[in-house]
T-cell receptor, first 113, second 113 residues
Framework: DGGITQSPKYLFRKEGQNVTLSCEQN?????MYWYRQDPGQGLRLIYY???????QKGDIAEGYSVSREKKESFPLTVTSAQKNPTAFYLC????????????FGPGTRLTVL | EDQVTQSPEALRLQEGESSSLNCSYT??????LFWYRQDPGKGPEFLFT???AGEEKEKERLKATLTKKESFLHITAPKPEDSATYLC??????????????FGKGTKLSVKP
């Protein structure tokens, strides 16, 4: 089955630690996205990548980093510089044709202890 | 500034009681409007894409419509399993942010038996 997988489903981080969230897709999509979702707020874009080895900052990139070494994978690192990392993180992908919808993974809930 | 506003924030219906959710937007050059359904603790599930004013799409008890300023998601004779948060997003403009979506905060729908 084609789709997007995210792991882990739940992640706990201590203060000062970096953690990496995994996102993999087998839809052969070129573009991939990372969003953050907080209660009462819309999804906010962290980073996006439209092609391998290239990525762009979204609206709230501070304290996060990404890589795109393979078409299928777009891991997100939440660094210790992120002031308030507790949130629900969603990965999405999209075919490269401009108007196509984005498809989302199941999400990772990150909690800072 | 591009903006998406959804109303109401929450909606409680009795089973079989039809209603509509609203998504109003201000955007420079609408490329597409997207509706998603999100269940608690899960990633958004794609429902519809609308591209131009006057367009309508239907799926089971849901019907989405689009005007130049807003979109409606009509729910006919809802069932308890329709309970979820419904998200609206727009794709706007051109340039470096091609494909990026702007999300509303969502409408949380509860359908009581």
């Amino acid at each position: 089955d084609g789709g997007i997988t995210q792991s882990p489903k739940y992640l706990f981080r201590k203060e000062g630690q970096n953690v990496t969230l995994s996102c993999e897709q087998n839809l052969n999509h070129d573009a991939m996205y990372w969003y953050r979702q907080d209660p009462g707020q819309g999804l906010r874009l962290i980073y996006y990548s439209q092609i391998v080895n290239d990525f762009q900052k979204g609206d709230i990139a501070e304290g996060y980093s990404v890589s795109r070494e393979k078409k299928e994978s777009f891991p997100l690192t939440v660094t210790s510089a992120q002031k308030n990392p507790t949130a629900f993180y969603l990965c999405a992908s999209k075919a490269q044709m401009s108007y196509n919808e984005q498809f989302f993974g199941p999400g990772t809930r990150l909690t800072v202890l | 500034e591009d903006q998406v506003t959804q109303s109401p924030e929450a909606l409680r219906l009795q089973e079989g009681e039809s209603s509509s959710l609203n998504c109003s937007y201000t955007v420079s050059g609408l490329r597409g409007l997207f509706w998603y359904r999100q269940d608690p603790g899960k990633g958004p599930e794609f429902l519809f894409t609308l591209y131009s004013a006057g367009e309508e799409k239907e799926k089971e008890r849901l019907k989405a419509t689009l005007t130049k300023k807003e979109s409606f998601l009509h729910i006919t004779a809802p069932k308890p399993e329709d309970s979820a948060t419904y998200l609206c997003a727009v794709q706007a403009g051109e340039g470096g942010s091609q494909g990026n979506l702007i999300f509303g905060k969502g409408t949380k729908l509860s359908v009581k038996p």
